[in-house]
């Protein structure tokens, strides 16, 4: 092998390798912004542990007051939608309880019948009074209860 091979043979080395940097620095740029998009939603932890309902202005004392909230769950890379209604009730202004409007039967949706000063189930003929407790019909148990709290006239509750 002559001097001139040996300068071939270095350039091509050069060339080879300086092409593989390229290469390499190019798939770099475009790959690593997409790991983070990728895996993002796979390390999401639930952040929020309190669902915001609404402002307790619109309550009034003893008349439960239906609050409708969606909310939008993430685990890893599937997004759910799940409605969340519930009733709150004060008697004094200053404690508020927030029951399920989820029948304890066969959870059907109970509604606040205003003139009859209960909630009624349809599906069953279920009867429950203004704080939850079975007045008729088949239902097992009171209406269930959300943790909740207040704060800045807001009432939240706690996820389950
Ligand atoms: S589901 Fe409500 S009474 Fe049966």
């Known amino acids: 092998m002559d001097k001139s091979e040996d300068k071939q043979l270095g350039r091509r080395n050069f060339m080879k390798v300086a092409i593989a940097g390229i290469g390499g620095l190019i798939g770099a740029a475009?790959?690593?912004p997409a790991i983070p998009y990728i895996m993002g939603p796979a390390l999401q932890k639930e952040s929020d542990d309190w669902i915001q309902l609404g402002s307790i202005?619109?309550?009034?004392?003893?008349?439960?007051?239906?609050?409708k909230k969606t909310i939008e769950t993430q685990t890893g890379w599937i997004n759910t939608e799940e409605e969340i209604s519930a009733y709150v009730l004060t008697s004094n202004g200053q404690d508020y309880v927030v029951m399920s409007n989820v029948c304890t039967h066969l959870a059907c949706r109970v509604r606040w019948i205003p003139e009859k000063d209960s909630f009624f189930c349809p599906c069953h003929n279920g009867v429950f009074a203004k704080d939850g407790t079975v007045v008729a019909g088949p239902p097992p148990r009171p209406l269930?209860?959300?943790?909740s709290k207040v704060e800045d006239g807001v009432i939240f509750i706690k996820r389950g």
């Not at 202005?57 to 609050?67: A, D, G, Q, R, Y």
């Not at 269930?144 to 943790?147: K, M, P």
């Open 30 to 32: 475009l790959g690593l």
């Open 57 to 67: 202005s619109k309550v009034e004392l003893n008349i439960p007051t239906l609050f």
């Open 144 to 147: 269930d209860r959300f943790e």
